[in-house]
């Protein structure tokens, strides 16, 4: 019943339903026409052979009539008439019955021997005219009865009656309704294998396109290779390749957008499995996308087993609002401005989210260190004020304390008075470094070999790295030239060389290089003692701020440091792994051979003016 259902209401049934209904229409009229037009001719023929045959008969009556009317012959004696009845009836095998009425109604003679002598009321009305007409018998084939009057002259003398039988024409005409019906049927069975085999035709490109559209995925698309048809079927074909062809371009372009866009976008199911990802984030797993879809996000970003907490994608499903956090992602080796936004199927239902994660790693360098630059801008203001003051009641403690000490000997009070003098130098000496911290300029401008500074240092650092069995490792290429103060730049590497040598109490290893990058010149100092936390490498270049015991250190070297190099346009980066070591990376400008030949004639004759 199913299939019946199926077969009714697809296209293939609707044309063979509708064409045999127009088909049987057609044959039903058709052959009504035909059988309308055959028995009209045939009835036609018989009506015009009875009344040829009548005519002829009543005037062979009339004569025998007339010829016993006037005594010539007795037709009750002679049984003449009799005679030719039957010779009528044995000449025309269509004649069922001949009577022969008088004037009155009365029968003269009749086929059937019972009839005769017998009086037809009705005799008077019908022998007046000839006619003929048609009457049904019951169970029987239709009779033609044929009257007409017979005439002498203008002197009507009676009537003849004959029947014939249209069993003939009936039985012609029910051949003719067999044959149209196995025509019919026939024509039925052609047409329906014909229409099968035209429509299975049509139908055949018409499955395969609607084969390829199902086929149609985002990425897979199948066009039809060969379009031999000219027709509409082969129009429509052309018009899906030629769709196909733009979706396929449209998604290449848009998959070149999706690809080439640097932030590291990714698609998120409700289950927090991975749809899709643009090669950014692939490139930034060292994989291929086709790799990571599938994946939990928590695998991706986070390299973990189970949800991160505060997951911006669960915010954005609960809410179905966009939402946004920074987030550090370990595998992906930064700092992620992460943005999630809402992703809605064509029914406006929530699937999942569009995860899009802005790496703000070197924003967040550069917010760090413009906050370091006011931190010390702040602090320089603060020496500059600070310094007058301090300076004139130290220098008063230090001479006086000098003083005392050359009128004393060995009397009680000497050693009160040289810790009063060790106290006040540590103290000129704090503010010396304050007032380092608040100049503006440098104080001599030289061209100078950074190798040779980097030598410089290391002989300063030589008796603590004797003292602790440092490793010292070098790697100086040739040729760093920078324009700056060599006194202020050997400082701030010696500061950097003895906080590493401080980490390593107990013995490592000392590594400082210097290489061309970029049109910089960059040293590395690293050492491999236990590392800073990460919670503290944002503070190591804020002032008095140090981990080292009390008394051992002012936190205040690594802050001028990073003034010396800022003021030389300079930057110090610092990375540590704890348990791993700590690399602090200068840059300077670097200045070629032309320049510092310039610079260092400049100074010689400066000096000798």
């Known amino acids: ?37 055959e028995r009209l001719l045939y009835f036609q023929e018989k009506e015009k052979q009875a009344k040829v045959l009548i005519e002829t008969a009543a005037i062979n009556f009339s004569n025998l009539l007339l010829y016993h009317e006037v005594g010539l012959v007795n037709i009750e004696e002679t049984g003449i008439i009799d005679q030719y009845i039957i010779e009528l009836l044995n000449k025309e095998r269509d004649i069922l019955i001949i009577t022969l009425l008088d004037n009155s109604g009365w029968v003269i003679a009749d086929s059937r021997l019972s009839e005769q002598g017998k009086f037809y009321k009705e005799a008077k009305e019908i022998i007046i005219h000839q006619a003929t007409f048609v009457r049904e018998v019951k169970d029987k084939a239709p009779i033609l009865e044929a009257v ?33 019906f196995l025509l019919t049927i026939l024509a039925i069975s052609g047409s329906i294998f014909l229409m099968t085999l035209g429509i299975n035709a049509m139908l055949k490109p018409i499955k395969r396109l609607s084969k390829a559209m199902d086929s149609i995925h985002y990425g897979r698309y199948e066009t039809i290779s060969a379009i031999p048809r000219k027709d509409e079927i082969g129009a429509l074909e052309r018009s899906f390749s030629s769709m196909i062809k733009r979706l396929n371009e449209a998604d290449i372009k848009w998959e070149n957008t999706f690809n080439s866009i640097t932030d590291l976008i990714s698609i998120h199911y409700t289950d927090y499995r991975l749809a899709k990802v ?60 992460s ?27 550069l917010q760090e260190k413009l906050i370091q630059s006011e931190k010390m801008a702040a602090m320089g203001q603060i020496a500059a004020g600070i310094a007058h003051e301090i300076n004139n009641p130290l220098n008063s403690i230090l001479g006086y304390a000098s003083y005392l ?24 000496e704090s503010v010396r470094k304050f007032l380092n911290l608040a100049r503006k300029t440098p104080k001599k401008m030289e061209s100078i070999d950074i190798k040779e500074v980097i030598e410089n240092a290391i002989s300063m650092c030589h008796h603590i790295i004797l003292s602790q069995k440092i490793k010292m490792m070098k790697g100086i290429g040739p040729d760093l030239w920078i324009k700056a103060d060599k006194i202020q730049i050997e400082e ?32 590395e100092i690293a ?32 802050t001028i440091s990073y003034a010396i190099i800022k003021n030389y346009g300079g930057i110090i980066d610092c990375e540590s792994r704890i348990g791993e070591g700590t690399t602090f990376i200068i840059t300077l400008p670097k200045i070629g ?17």
């Open 1 to 37: 019943m199913t299939r019946i259902r199926i077969f009714i209401f697809s296209l293939k049934g609707k044309a063979v339903i509708a064409s045999l209904f127009f088909i049987v229409i057609f044959i039903g009229v058709s052959s009504y026409i035909i059988l309308s037009r």
């Open 148 to 180: 007409t009057p017979i005439m002498v002259g203008a002197k009507r003398l009676g009537a003849l009656r004959i029947e014939f039988s249209l069993k003939e024409l009936y039985e012609r005409l029910d051949n003719i309704r067999r044959r149209i």
């Open 278 to 337: 643009n090669s950014a984030l692939a490139l930034r797993r060292h994989t291929t996308p086709e790799d990571l879809v599938g994946r939990h996000c928590w695998e991706v970003y986070h390299n973990s087993n189970r949800k991160c907490p505060d997951c911006p994608h669960e915010r954005t499903l609960k809410t179905g609002k966009p939402s946004m956090s920074e987030k550090e992602y370990s595998p992906l080796e930064g700092t992620f401005l």
């Open 339 to 365: 943005s999630t936004f809402p992703y809605f199927n064509g029914e406006g239902e929530l699937i999942g989210t569009i995860h899009i994660a802005k790496e703000i790693t070197f924003e967040k360098k």
């Open 405 to 428: 000490l050359e009128q004393r000997d060995e009397t009680p009070g000497k050693e009160e008075l040289n810790r009063i003098l060790n106290a006040a130098v540590r103290c000129k």
């Open 492 to 523: 701030a590497i010696v500061n950097i060389a003895l906080n590493a040598c401080q980490a390593m109490k107990d013995g490592g290893e000392l590594t400082i290089k210097a290489y061309e990058e970029g049109g910089s010149i960059k040293v």
């Open 527 to 558: 050492d491999t003692g236990p590392g800073i936390p990460q919670e503290d490498l944002d503070k190591i270049f804020d002032p008095f701020f140090t981990t080292k015991e009390p008394g051992k250190g002012t936190g205040l070297g690594l």
């Open 593 to 609: 051979h032309e320049e510092a030949g310039l610079l260092q004639i400049l100074n010689k004759g400066i000096m000798h003016d």
